[in-house]
Structures are given as structure tokens and as C-alpha cells.
């Protein structure tokens, strides 16, 4: 089982990117959540949005619910975060995790424990 996150970089203050997240070695469908996270230089790593792969539903961090969207590929495996009027506080690396066994994002959906497998980052650099 691994994840990989991409579509990291550097942008301007309200500026867009599109992250990735894809799986390989067991299938994204029916049966996992994915989330996403971040975890900025000497701060706690902070749950952004889970999304269930079944029932293709949604949620989000107070911080992120207007400008971040999550959706799924799952013909292609793939989850996306997308980041809309980016801030220069939103600087950090960003991360996907899955639990393949859930099938719908729990109540404790941004706790990272929750999840099994994790992804290496991608670096998201905010300019002002």
C-alpha cells in the first residue's frame, strides 16, 4: 500500500494549486477514506478535509471549507485537493493518509491515528 502526494510549489497570495494524492497497491474504491493534512515548521500537523471514497463525502477544517475542495478519481485511484486564494499562512507541507477499512470519514476524521497509511508530503510555499 503506498500514497504518494504531489502538485506541490511555489505560488503568490491567492493563488490556486492542485494536489494529488495517488494510490497503488490496493484500491481506493468502496472501502477508504482519504485525508489530507499539513504541518507547517514547529506546528502540530492539522487535519484539512477527509472525503469517503464510497459515498464521495465531504468535509472540512473550519480553516480550509471555503477555499479547498477535495473530490476523487476513483477510475483513476486518485484524490485531489484543490487550494483557491491560497495565504501565506497555508505554507507547509501537505500530506494524504488513508484508512482502507472505514468506507465513510468518521466523526475524528482529522485526528491522524485514524489513518493507516501515509504518503510522503509535498511542499506548498505561499509567497505574500
Known amino acids: 500500500v503506498q500514497l504518494q502526494a504531489s502538485g506541490g510549489g511555489l505560488v503568490q497570495a491567492g493563488g490556486s494549486l492542485r494536489l494529488s494524492c495517488a494510490a497503488s497497491?490496493?484500491?481506493?474504491?468502496?472501502?477508504?477514506?482519504v485525508g489530507w493534512f499539513r504541518q507547517a515548521p514547529g506546528k502540530e500537523r492539522e487535519g484539512l478535509s477527509c472525503?469517503?471514497?464510497?459515498?464521495?463525502?465531504?468535509y472540512y477544517a473550519d480553516s480550509v471549507k471555503v477555499r479547498f475542495t477535495v473530490s476523487r478519481d476513483n477510475a483513476k485511484n486518485m484524490v485531489y485537493l484543490q487550494m483557491n486564494d491560497l495565504k501565506p499562512e497555508d505554507t507547509a507541507v501537505y500530506y494524504c493518509?488513508?484508512?482502507?477499512?472505514?468506507?465513510?470519514?468518521?466523526?475524528?476524521?482529522?485526528?491522524?491515528?485514524?489513518?493507516?497509511?501515509w504518503g510522503r508530503g509535498t511542499q506548498v510555499t505561499v509567497s505574500s
Open positions: 493518509a488513508t484508512d482502507i477499512g472505514l468506507g465513510k470519514c468518521p466523526s475524528s476524521w482529522s485526528r491522524s491515528p485514524l489513518y493507516d497509511y
Open positions: 497497491g490496493f484500491s481506493l474504491y468502496h472501502t477508504a477514506i
Open positions: 472525503i469517503g471514497i464510497s459515498d464521495g463525502s465531504t
